[in-house]
């Protein structure tokens, strides 16, 4: 199996950023003035809250007792206070080593995080260069974030304009990123594509925290097994 391109998510499955959104969270809270839930004031509790729900929008519809429009508007406060907050994010160990391994591979990020913080990120690491497309929150309609397939899509037809056979492997830290990539792999090929979506749930300190929404093809523990599947899946 011909390995075409490599997509990944950011927070969590790039960078250790549970801390950074904890403290964007209490801010986005702040801002609103609603009370933050007991969980965030530890930060392994907000992990579990953080996986608990199926995405973003679910955890703050319930996970903090949000109407619909105090969702809409905690999403439009997050891009700015990411942009305002800086917390020197930094890879994963091995993470940068497999960027690089695979560097003749189109790679592309697709995440909820800040397009400017996310190159600030690839920069600092020396990898701006290898990705040719990062694709953030504020490129997409907040009705249009993950799990709606819009952002793959979008990048999908960056990279490919015709309707060869080709294989891409999307690597994310949450259910709902397979879930993601399950929508995207639908809808593309219902479109007439040809482009098989393989999904990648990769956990760090062995947190691998399942649930009932979603079953990705593979599961990893750590970048040095994420790089052993990917070694795996081009010799398919």
């Not at 959104?21 to 986005?28: A, D, E, Q, S, W």
Request: proline fraction near 3%.
């Amino acid at each position: 199996m011909s390995l075409d391109a490599i997509i990944w998510d950011f927070d969590g499955t790039m960078v250790d950023s549970l801390e950074h959104n904890r403290n964007i969270t209490l801010k986005v809270l702040e801002k609103m003035n609603i009370a933050p839930p007991e969980e965030l004031n530890e930060l392994e509790q907000y992990r579990n809250l953080n996986y608990m729900y199926r995405n973003w929008k679910d955890l703050y519809r319930f996970g903090y007792n949000m109407n619909e429009e105090e969702v809409y508007n905690a999403g439009k406060l997050w891009t700015p206070l990411q942009t305002e907050y800086n917390s020197n994010l930094k890879f994963y160990p091995g993470i940068k080593e497999i960027i690089i391994m695979f560097k003749d591979k189109l790679q592309a990020i697709c995440s909820q995080n800040s397009k400017l913080n996310i190159e600030k990120v690839l920069e600092l690491e020396g990898v701006k260069e290898i990705f040719n497309l990062v694709i953030g929150y504020e490129e997409v309609a907040h009705a249009k974030q993950k799990p709606d397939p819009e952002a793959l899509i979008i990048c999908l037809k960056k990279f490919f304009d015709d309707n060869a056979k080709k294989t891409v492997v999307y690597i994310g830290d949450h259910e709902e990123d397979s879930i993601f990539a399950k929508n995207a792999d639908q809808e593309i090929n219902q479109q007439g594509n040809n482009i098989r979506i393989i999904s990648i749930i990769i956990s760090f300190n062995n947190f691998n925290k399942k649930n009932k929404y979603s079953s990705p093809d593979y599961r990893v523990n750590g970048s040095n097994e994420l790089k052993e599947l990917l070694l795996e899946i081009e010799k398919l």
